[in-house]
């Protein structure tokens, strides 16, 4: 099983930075993906960004490329969502996930994630 615990959300204004994290305990299995994905109210849930987990290949929306960079880092089993230049309409709330298998890349859907966070809510005022 593995756990994820997210942190890092709040309030910024816009053209303002956050930066999420996304800690995994992943005893039994090895991680290949990790994944970040939000929700805006009244939205489906749609990709941000991905990173394969050992060899650090990523992948983003379109709408978040340059402003947005995913990393982890591998000793501590955590995965990290930088944000800058951020808009109201990045508001939502963010999701990171795991995926335990391999899959083919770039690993954008939800259903290919085996595990989810709690979720960390991100509200950009105008």
């Known amino acids: 099983q593995v756990q994820l615990v997210e942190s890092g959300g709040g309030l910024v204004q816009a053209g303002g930075s956050l930066r999420l994290s996304c800690a995994a305990s992943a005893r039994t299995f090895t991680i290949y993906y990790m994944g970040w994905f939000r929700q805006a109210p009244g939205k489906e849930r749609e990709f941000v960004a991905a990173i394969s987990w050992g060899g650090g290949r990523t992948a983003y929306a379109d709408s978040v490329k340059g402003r947005f960079t995913i990393s982890r880092e591998y000793a501590k089993n955590t995965g990290y969502l930088q944000m800058t230049s951020l808009r109201p309409e990045d508001t939502a709330v963010y999701y990171c996930?795991?995926?335990?298998?391999?899959?083919?890349?770039?690993?954008?859907?939800?259903?290919?994630?085996?595990?989810w966070g709690q979720g960390t809510q991100v509200t950009v005022s105008s």
């Open positions: 996930a795991a995926a335990i298998r391999a899959q083919r890349w770039p690993v954008a859907r939800g259903n290919e994630y085996d595990y």
